[in-house]
Each structure stands twice: as C-alpha cells, then as structure tokens.
C-alpha cells in the first residue's frame, strides 16, 4: 500500500502543504495547497502574523484539502528564519555523553540562549572516537520558539511527526528527487520568501553552509513603492506583474535618476550572496559553482533568474522539486518553488 506523507511549510506570508504517496520509491503529488495568509487589499505585517490568523489559515488549508488533522499519520513540519541555526562544526571526537553539552556550548554561538533555553539536534557526517576529528551538523533553536510552533499545531489538531528547518527541507527534496550532488562542484539553494532570504552552499566533498540574509519580497516592495510613489498594495501588484523592470524603474521617465540615488534591495541581496560564496571558497577552497536553485515565495519574481545571473555570473534555475515525481492534471510547474520547503518535509519518512 503506498505510503502518504504531509509537508506543512507555515511561513510569514503563506501556509504551504504538500502530501506525498511514495508508492515502491515512485512519489506521486497526491495532494498540494497554498494559502496567502494576508487577503486582497491586506498588507503584510513585518512583525509577522498572529497566532489568531495563523490557526485559522491552517484550518482553511487542511479543510481545503479534506484532511482531519486527528486522522494523518506524518504531518512533518519546520522553523524558519533567524531563529533557527543550522551549522556544519569541527569538534574534537566526543562521545555520546559529551555530544549535547558541547554542542550548547556551540549553539549559544550562533542564538541569543542560555542553557535551559536551547533545542539542539545534531548529525555526525563524518568522524567517530577513533577519528582524529568530528563533522557534525547542528541545528539549534530557542525553547520558546520551539514550544510555540508546537502550540499553534495543535491548536488545530495536528501531532507533528518530525519538526526540520526549513534550509534542510529544501535540500533534502533536492537530494531525494534528483539525486546525489557533483563532486567538488557546490551547488547553491537561494529560497527567497518574505522577509528572509536563505543561503545554502553544499558539496559532496566540502561543508554545508547556511545563513538568512534580511533582503528578500517585502524590501522589493518597499523599493517600487519608494521609487513610483505608490501605496503599499500598488506596489505589491506591480511587483508580481512586472517584476525586476518595476524594482529597477524600466518604462519610468525617471528610471535612470531612481538607479542611481538610491541603493536598492536588489542590489543588497547579490551583494550579501556575493559575501557568502566568497565565504564558502575561503573556508573550503572550492571554487566551482554548479548552480544556483531559486525557490520561495519571491523567486518567481519576473525575471529575477536573470538578473541574478547577469550580476553573479552563473546559472540561476527556477527550481522545481517536483520535475521526477507523478503530478495532478493542470498542476503549473512554476508553484515548485514556492513548494520546495512543504516538499522536501514530505519526503521525510523516518
């Protein structure tokens, strides 16, 4: 019998659900929604949503769809953002007993938390007490973000079976669908969404690299909004119609003056990406990129593939997790993207 599988990606701007068969290692999109959590004439709050308006947008997704939450199986979710950290570490071989302590002591680092404030999981990658040292991938969170996504899940019914981070999803439904990565060749997950963008660089033969950047959809808004003098909800439509020709003031009389005054979100965004490559060569050596894969909320952006492209000088692909898999009739390639997280937490099995 095949076996079926619920991603849920809860972000600031919307909720996305994908449900998985893996029938005998063959996955088929059984079922798939997205919900904007802001309606029509909204505007999207950069504090981010209410527990109020998040509880019920989950019931409206899973109502959607005709889940009763009390009756799935695995429903996997993940954290988001800067309240989560994801770091590959090099430590001394520890063993079991010593493992947690050490690796607080790591996550303090990279969270504001003390001791009894931290949820850490971990993976050894590489290295054992016989090993000279240890490869170790750390995730780390606070306890009370933990213990509130927890919360708003079951406000609405539903026992998660695995809670990720929503970098790793996105890498995992890469790893999963299309298969192993290139050698020393580094391949890069850029998921734009609404206030956050993130970074992922891996390799087979290198580390994993993750950070959030604070550039992502809403400062683009904000730039068009500026720039054209329009109000918040304008800007915002003609984000999503014009894309980069609206963010860099193509078909206005006073493009070249609005280019030149004033830096832009944009132009932010490539150079922290720039900053986070020439990071990754630095630590590791690598020096090829294979590509660049595109996803979240924003990455549809009209033509932000090939504006990125032009400035970095590499491959920008728009990514679409679900290329291999058996999808519904009429399902638009272009929702991949913006279900990369909810896809790759499908197909988490274990």
């Known amino acids: 019998m ?6 849920l990606d809860i972000g600031s701007f919307a909720i996305k659900l994908v449900e998985l068969e893996n029938d005998g290692g063959r996955y088929k999109l059984k079922n798939y929604f997205i919900k904007d959590l802001y309606g029509k004439g909204e505007e999207y709050d950069t504090e981010g949503p209410g527990v109020s308006r998040l509880e019920s947008s989950l019931r409206e997704v899973l109502s959607s769809v005709k889940l009763n939450p009390r009756r799935l199986k695995i429903v996997n979710t993940s954290i988001g953002g800067p309240v989560i950290s994801v770091k590959q570490i090099k430590s001394i071989p520890l063993a079991p007993e010593e493992m947690e302590s050490s690796l607080l002591f790591e996550a303090r680092k990279h969270l504001p938390l003390d001791e009894s404030d931290a949820v850490i999981d971990y993976q050894i990658l590489r290295g054992d007490m016989q090993s000279q040292d240890m490869e170790i991938l750390l995730v780390a969170t606070t306890k009370k973000v933990f213990e509130n996504h927890l919360k708003l899940l079951k406000s609405v019914g539903i026992s998660p079976h695995i809670i990720d981070a929503d970098i790793l999803a996105v890498v995992n439904s890469y790893l999963v669908s299309t298969g192993s990565l290139m050698g020393d060749k580094a391949l890069v997950f850029l998921d734009v969404g609404a206030k956050y963008t993130n970074i992922a660089i891996v390799s087979e033969e290198t580390m994993f690299f993750s950070r959030d950047i604070s550039w992502a959809g809403t400062n683009f808004t904000e730039d068009i909004k500026n720039s054209m003098k329009l109000d918040y909800i304008e800007a915002e439509a003609i984000k999503k119609e014009r894309g980069m020709g609206a963010l860099l003031g193509e078909g206005s009389k006073e493009s070249g003056g609005i280019r030149v005054a004033r830096r832009m979100a944009i132009d932010n965004l490539i150079d ?9 060569t630095k630590e590791t050596g690598c020096r090829e990129y294979q590509k660049i894969l595109l996803c979240g909320g924003s990455s549809a952006l009209p033509n932000l593939n090939s504006h990125l492209a032009q400035h970095l000088k590499m491959a ?20 991949g993207s913006r279900l990369a997280v909810s896809c790759g937490l499908a197909l988490r099995e274990d």
Do not use: C, H, Q, W
């Not at 095949?2 to 991603?7: F, H, N």
């Not at 922290?272 to 990754?280: A, F, G, M, N, T």
């Open 2 to 7: 095949a076996k079926s599988v619920i991603g």
């Open 316 to 335: 920008v692909e728009l990514y679409n997790p679900f290329i291999n898999f058996v999808t519904p009739p009429g399902f638009d390639d272009m929702l």
């Open 272 to 280: 922290e990406i720039r900053r986070s490559l020439r990071y990754y």
